[in-house]
């Protein structure tokens, strides 16, 4: 299968700018890139002719209609909605009974679909998609991952931007990227394996107080919210749970509980940005 690629980090870490320097929309300062096999400078023309991109604003005609839109952009690139109706058939139909009414007034997840088939429309070798679930619905959300597995099948290479760490393990390969560098490239298994850290699930009745007291913690290396618990990570090899224990004690902490907890992408990355910083 062709691969889905996501890049996942958090705002500002720079995913829109690679995004946009990827589509040939920016120029970089320096380095070298390769889309479909083009140069994203000397080729950028072979390279807007290859690539779908869904900007992370929803950034169509609102004024003309859905079909006018879809209309508009599969014109741009020389070819006809009936041409590629195979490729946006499955998303199309969810959007056609509202064909005629104006892009501005439809929901967001309405909007994301027809973003997505103008995207399509020219049957691009690569689609990026930047931030494509931001503000969605989570039953859009899910809708939104189908559809892309189901893309995938026909040949097209994904990339997908995200802040949401949960996203990254849906896709093939993540890249996690902070102010601008990329800090890890692999499978979402690969990265989760490759953890070497042991980390520590940790819940009391006051939660707020419970952050303050771990972060003052002699031999603490990271702590952070992670749900309804906090995620610890300790310095020593030889860490004893009972002395944590007894310092939340002595603390005054009440309800205390501490489990060993499976890691999670997201752990990952908050572990990288911590030796980043």
Known sequence: AIPTNIITGFLGAGKTTLFRILTTLLLPNEGTANVAGFDIVKEYKSIRNSVGYMPGKFSLYQDLSVEENLHFFATIFGTTIEENYDLIKDIYVQIEPFKERRAGALSGGMK??????????????????????????????????????????????????????????????????????????????????????TIYDVQAKNMHQLILDLKNYPSQYSVFAFGEYIH?????????????????????????????????IEDVFMDLTTLEN
């Open 232 to 264: 610890y990570i300790d310095k020593k090899d030889d860490f004893n749970l009972k002395d944590l224990q007894e310092y939340l004690e002595k603390n005054k902490h009440s309800e205390i509980e501490i489990n060993i907890s499976k890691p999670t």
């Open 112 to 197: 994301q679909k027809l973003a997505l088939c103008c995207a399509l429309i020219h049957k691009p070798k690569v689609l990026f998609l930047d931030e494509p679930t931001t503000g969605v619905d989570p039953v859009s959300r899910k809708e939104f991952w189908e559809m892309l597995k189901r893309l995938q099948k026909k040949g097209i290479t994904i990339l997908v931007s995200t802040p949401y760490m949960d996203e990254a393990a849906l896709c093939d390969r993540i890249a996690l990227i902070q102010k601008g560098k990329i800090l890890k490239i692999d499978t979402p298994e690969n990265i989760i394996k490759k953890y070497d850290k």
